[in-house]
Every structure is written in structure tokens, then in C-alpha cells.
């Protein structure tokens, strides 16, 4: 008997640990909602816009990276979101929305994150997931991922069927690529909109002069600095 | 309750499983060897790996047309390279612009392919599954292809204790198998280790010495190659305009250097050089000694013109057939898996 009562409460014991810990595990989480426009309009597949220096424009791809998730406290420290990277193709809404879970008891000043694949994980083989070369984010003959494809067609592109094709991507200085952003959160706020604006990058990039950039460099860069501008919440 | 702690044990005893699994590696080199390069920790070599990867090597699959396999460019008998063959070669005929490298002791390599252009070998393989002009094909189709292949969830379920296939699987397969392929036991090694088989004729030595002097520089022992990039004096081929490494860094230093390569099984890897240039050691040896075309970036181990008898040559010849290593050349663990055909 006195046997059959030691083994129940510490089962007991061992219950209310495992409840302890599962309760643990349930957190609150913040959402990152991503609206992909086009000056405004709802951005969709294979459908016409006109950019301010007057080049139609249709999209087949747009996708990037969205990485390294990290909130910054109200005592300026950060709280990292391990293993945040995201693979987010606008035209497959199920990437669209990202759930972030947020740190127990602390105020939360800003949501933080990188626009790319930080150069670490260029160096460091084959991962998985969102990181799969098999995503068609990362470049063969020379390696590192591509943090950002933006191709479709126009009219005024004087490449092969109207073709533009930009993969933006290159870790290595001084030609690097990954941008770094970082948005306000107001006290108690569990969503962020992010807009993407493809309108803001077209209309700085003239596809009669410029169409197709696919190698690590210069133009790259300053296409990173082009395509982070595109971020704004709403 | 219960259910939640009994499959709590039941993970954990899975993990631990799992655990034990992977942490047996095959992987072995001499112990006189400096470390490997390659990380070993995320993808340790197992046997069911090593056969995952050895099966994917030799499937053509892999090609858009499932016409070419990665050994049809790297085969066993020529140290996995091409022979006879001055560059690549791919799907419907078409020809690369460069000589397919040898795989062997790859992870003591610190880049892959001729520019250095690959950082590590797990993606190394992306870059001919890829070309246009080799296999044409996409990794994500290869995952496609590979899923309707019960043969192939059977070998990734031993090789990763899950049939899943995902890019990353068959490149850490890949892997598995490539790295393997290792060659320490020519005549020059068992010399190195004082071992029957090999005792060096007069000739042999001093064609050794006349190597330590005059090739050692770039083509260091016991790899026979240095991780380095050279300039090693070859005019440019007006048909190709490949100045090498300079696609890779954008910088003019790195006009006209490729990577050093090894000299292991150098008897069976013809021709020689990045565009193949070269049928003979012969012709290989004469351009060293007489042939070097002096440029900006020249390789400044070259800057002194290597002088060699006619007779030193010979010796220098000889001693480099020493580095052929036949039990890797015909070992049968590395050769076509005849599962492939009667299984797959």
C-alpha cells in the first residue's frame, strides 16, 4: 500500500512538472502580416502596372528573405527569435503571414530583422527548410543564397522576350547584400503590416537600361538598397 | 496524461536512438594527415549515407533528360575525373567551357571547381546539376523525381531515419559519397610509411627530391595541392577567355588564376590543366620548364624558371606515377551500385 501511494504522488509530482513545463511552452505571439502592392494595388500575378518612368510592367516572381527576427526591449536589450528565416513568395499567400513568439513579461520596442540570408549560412553547406537550395534561392556555380528574385516582363525591356530577372544576393564585402530593418511596435501591439511596394523599387530602376542582374557585384548592391526601401508598415 | 509521458519517453528514447545512429562515422584517414576541413558534425558519413550518395552519383536521374550521371564526367578508373576528355561534357551533346576536376580527398578542400567559386562541399554539386551545358536540371526536380522512386524513400529513410527527400538530403547523400573518396596508398604513401610496397628505386627518389624542390611549393605533401589559386603561366585560349578566378572575386589580381589541383593518381587524370590543354605529363613538365607565359599575376613560385636535364625530367615523371594509388583506382565500394539497375 504504502508502495502503491509513494508511486502515485510521484507520479503526481511528475504530472504537474510536465503541465509545468507544457504551460511554459504556450506563448504569446506577434504576427507579421506582409501586403505585396503595386502603388497601392493589391500586387498579382502576371497583371499589368505602370511605373512612374513610364515602363509597363507585368511580375511572374518576386521572393525573398526575411531573417533574423529580433525585438528589441524597453531596456534596449534584444530578445532573438532562433531559427527565424522566412522564405516569403508574394504570390503564395500561405507565406504571407509569420507568427513570432513573443518574450514572457517584457514590453516590446521595436520588431527587428534582416531583409536576406545572413553570409554565415552562405558559407556553411546544405539546410533545410526555408533554406533548401532546392527553394531555387542559391546560387550554383558560385555559392551564397539569393536574398531576393524579382523577374516578370515589360514592354520597354529590350532583353530576350521582355524579360527582366533580378537576383539580388552577394555576401561578400564590400559587395554585400543583406539589409537590415527595423519597425516601432506601440505598446501592446501584436501585428505588423508589412507593405511591399513594388512601385517604389520600379520607379528608381529604368528597365530599358537596367534588366537583368544575377551575379554578386555592385549593381546588386545598390539593387539591395533599392529593394529595402520597398518596406514600409502600414 | 499518460499518453503525453509515455510519448515523451517514447521521443526521447527515439532521439537517443538517433543519436547513437549518426555519431558512427566511416570516415578515416592516416593519422599523420593534418585535420579534414570538412565539418563532420552536421552530416557524419554513415554506411546507409555513403550508399544513399554512391546510389545519386551514379543515376542519371540527376540530368534533365535522365541521360548523364554525375560519374559520366568523373569516373573511377581516372580518379573521377573525365579522361580523354579536355572539357566537360554535358546533356544532348553539349560541351563546358572547363576540364572536369578529379574527386578525391575532398574534404581537405578549402573551395570546389576550378575558380573557387564553391564554398563548401554540400553545394558543390549544385553547380553541375545546374549548367545549361552539364546536367540542365533543377534540385527541386530532382526531389520531384526521386519521390516516385519507392528504391530511393527506402534509401533515405536508412540514411536519415525518414523517406522525406529535400534538397538538403540529397546533397548531404551526395556528400556522404564524395567524401569518401579517398587515396592514400600509392606507392608514394607506403614509402611515406615505410611499408612493403614501398621501397623507391634510385630514379624514384630523386625525382621526389627534384619535386620537394621545383612543384612542392604549390603541390604540397601529402595532399599534393594547397587550396591556393595560381596563375601557373598558361596562355590564354582565345577560343574560351577564361581568366579564372576573377569571375569569382571581381578583382584583376585574380586574372588567369585556378586552384591548384592534386597530383594524386596524376598518371590516370589526362589531360591536364583547366581547359585540358595538355594530353601528356610530358608536355605538362616541358611547359614548366620551358612554356610559362609571364603576365601581372604570375605565380611568384614561378618568377624563377625551373631548369630540369633531360634526365631529371624522366625522374620527375616517374616519381609522379608513384602517386597512383590502384586500390582506390578499382576499389569496388566506390564503383557503379548494381542495385540501381536490378532494385531501382
Redesign the interface.
Known amino acids: 500500500m504504502k508502495e502503491d501511494l509513494k508511486t502515485i504522488s510521484s507520479l503526481l509530482c ?2 504537474f512538472f ?1 503541465m509545468f513545463l507544457f504551460s511554459q511552452q504556450v506563448k504569446k505571439e506577434f504576427n507579421i502580416m506582409i501586403e505585396p502592392v503595386f502603388n497601392g494595388e493589391k500586387l498579382l500575378k502576371e497583371h499589368w502596372y505602370v511605373s512612374k518612368t513610364g515602363d509597363s510592367i507585368q511580375f511572374n516572381k518576386v521572393k525573398f528573405y526575411l531573417t533574423d527576427f529580433k525585438f528589441e526591449l524597453a531596456n534596449k536589450s534584444y530578445h532573438e527569435i532562433n531559427t527565424s528565416f522566412y522564405l516569403i513568395d508574394v504570390f503564395n499567400e500561405s507565406t504571407l503571414f509569420q507568427s513570432l513568439a513573443l518574450p514572457k513579461r517584457k514590453k516590446v520596442k521595436k520588431v527587428c530583422f534582416s531583409l536576406g540570408v545572413k553570409g554565415s549560412l ?7 527548410g526555408d533554406l ?5 534561392m ?7 543564397y539569393i536574398n531576393m528574385k524579382i523577374e516578370g516582363v515589360s514592354s520597354n525591356c529590350p532583353a530576350r522576350k521582355n524579360k527582366f530577372t533580378f537576383h539580388i544576393g552577394g555576401f561578400q564585402a564590400p ?1 554585400l547584400t543583406l539589409r537590415k530593418l527595423s519597425f516601432p511596435v506601440s505598446h501592446n501591439q501584436k501585428k505588423l503590416t508589412l507593405v511591399v511596394d513594388m512601385a517604389s523599387f520600379f520607379d528608381k530602376v529604368s528597365l530599358k537600361k537596367n534588366h537583368s542582374v544575377m551575379i554578386p ?1 555592385e549593381e546588386a548592391s545598390e539593387l539591395a538598397d533599392t529593394a529595402v526601401k520597398m518596406f514600409s508598415v502600414k | ?1 499518460m499518453k ?2 509515455t510519448c ?1 519517453v517514447g521521443v526521447l528514447l527515439l532521439l537517443s536512438f538517433i543519436g547513437l545512429k549518426v555519431s558512427s562515422t566511416i570516415f578515416t584517414y592516416p593519422e599523420y594527415w593534418p585535420k579534414p576541413i570538412y565539418d563532420f558534425a ?2 557524419p558519413v554513415t554506411e546507409e549515407g555513403f550508399q544513399l550518395g554512391r546510389n545519386l552519383f551514379y543515376d542519371p536521374a540527376l540530368s534533365k533528360d535522365n541521360t548523364i550521371s554525375c560519374a559520366s564526367c568523373h569516373l573511377q578508373a581516372s580518379g573521377f575525373t573525365h579522361i580523354d576528355h579536355d572539357l566537360s561534357h554535358g546533356i544532348e551533346g553539349k560541351i563546358g567551357t572547363r576540364n572536369s576536376l578529379a574527386i578525391m580527398n575532398v574534404a581537405w578542400s578549402s573551395s570546389f ?1 576550378w575558380d573557387g ?7 558543390q554539386a ?2 553541375p ?3 545549361e551545358v552539364e546536367m540542365a536540371e ?3 526536380d ?2 520531384r523525381k526521386l519521390d516516385t522512386i519507392p528504391y530511393y524513400k527506402d534509401l533515405f529513410y536508412k540514411a536519415f531515419q525518414d523517406s522525406t527527400i ?3 538530403r ?3 547523400g551526395l ?1 556522404q559519397f564524395t567524401v569518401m573518396l579517398n587515396t592514400y596508398n600509392s606507392k608514394y604513401d607506403k614509402y611515406i610509411r615505410k611499408e612493403g610496397g614501398g621501397q623507391f628505386t634510385a630514379q624514384e627518389k630523386n625525382g621526389l627530391k627534384l619535386f620537394k624542390v621545383n612543384c612542392a611549393s604549390c603541390h604540397t605533401e601529402p595532399l599534393f595541392a594547397n587550396n591556393e589559386f595560381k596563375n601557373n603561366g598558361l596562355a590564354v585560349d582565345m577560343t574560351l577567355n577564361d581568366y579564372g578566378r576573377m569571375k ?1 572575386t ?1 578583382n584583376s589580381k585574380d586574372s588567369l588564376k585556378f586552384k591548384v589541383p592534386t597530383l594524386r593518381n596524376i598518371q590516370f587524370t589526362k589531360p591536364y590543366m583547366h581547359d585540358g590543354r595538355f594530353e601528356t605529363l610530358q608536355e605538362v613538365i616541358t611547359h614548366y620548364t620551358n612554356g610559362i607565359k609571364q603576365s601581372e599575376t604570375l605565380a611568384t613560385e614561378l618568377n624563377e624558371a625551373i631548369v630540369l636535364t633531360p634526365n631529371e625530367k624522366v625522374d620527375l615523371l616517374v616519381f609522379l606515377h608513384t602517386l597512383t594509388d590502384k586500390d582506390f583506382l578499382f576499389d569496388k565500394r566506390f564503383s557503379f551500385p548494381k542495385e540501381l539497375i536490378t532494385q531501382k
Open positions: 511528475f504530472m510536465s552562405s558559407e556553411s553547406g546544405a539546410h533545410s533548401d537550395p532546392a527553394n531555387g542559391y546560387w550554383a556555380w558560385q555559392s551564397g559587395y557585384g | 496524461m503525453r509521458i515523451f552536421k552530416n571547381m567559386g564553391i564554398n563548401h562541399l554540400e553545394v549544385l553547380a546539376l545546374t549548367n533543377t534540385l527541386e530532382v526531389v529535400t534538397g538538403q540529397v546533397l548531404l556528400t569569382i571581381q
